[in-house]
């Protein structure tokens, strides 16, 4: 079964700290991964995806994620910390032939303190 | 912004009683996605469109539950008798096919509160 892991339900940061949200997955096959964030009130706002090649993936407002294989897992990261970027992160999977579907983790809350 | 539209925003109903959401995607894309959002939770396949064609219907779409997209373009979720079960937050997403794997653009969501 496809499934999503975030294990944090709250990350605190200070301001101009790196941070890293964590993800892990589990797909019966190739997976398509997503990190998208959600504000306040707000819908999903996409910040980037892996597909294939690089493991290391640029995104949206600075993000990155690194796709690692052996461990299944989707950290994403941010070398400096933003107030605005406190928010909730969703990962998301999807298998590679059928990616009409994603599945969502249960978010992580971004606290990101002056 | 990301083009997906959803109304309403906010809807407010007693058991028992009928509602129905409409969403408009993004204009190019073919396919068109429900899920819903409870506290504390990632958001949950629903039902799945292309053109107007329903391709996928989760489990958790009860018999009181309907979609549609009659024109291949906006499309409507409509839940009969409402529960206090079906609170939660309904978001739409499109994408457009384009034979490789696609982004889905989320709409603001409508916040459904049943009493």
């Known amino acids: 079964a496809q499934s999503v892991a975030q294990p944090e339900d709250q990350v605190n940061v200070a301001e101009g700290n790196p941070l890293t949200v964590k993800c892990t997955y589990s797909?019966?096959?190739?997976?398509?991964l997503f990190w998208y964030v959600q504000y306040p009130n707000r819908g999903l706002q996409f910040l980037l995806k892996y597909i294939t090649g690089d493991n290391l993936v640029k995104g949206s407002y600075g993000f990155e994620a690194e796709f690692n294989k052996s461990q299944t897992s989707f950290h994403l990261k941010k070398p400096s910390a933003l107030v605005s970027d406190s928010a909730l992160y969703f990962c998301a999977v999807s298998e590679l032939y059928n990616f009409n579907k994603f599945y969502f983790g249960s978010g992580t809350k971004l606290n990101v303190k002056p | 912004d990301t083009g997906v539209s959803q109304d309403p925003r906010h809807k407010i109903t007693k058991r028992g009683q009928n509602v129905t959401f409409r969403c408009d995607p993004i204009s190019e894309h073919n396919r068109l996605y429900w899920y819903r959002q409870t506290l504390g939770q990632g958001p949950e396949f629903l039902t799945y469109f292309q053109n107007e064609a329903q391709l996928e219907k989760s489990r958790l779409l009860s018999d009181r539950f309907s979609a549609e997209r009659p024109k291949g373009s906006f499309s409507t979720l409509e839940i009969q008798r409402t529960e206090q079960g079906d609170s939660a937050m309904y978001l739409c997403a499109s994408s457009l096919n384009s034979g490789n794997q696609e982004t889905q653009y989320f709409g603001p969501g409508t916040r459904l509160l049943v009493l």
């Open positions: 797909v019966s096959g190739n997976p398509y």
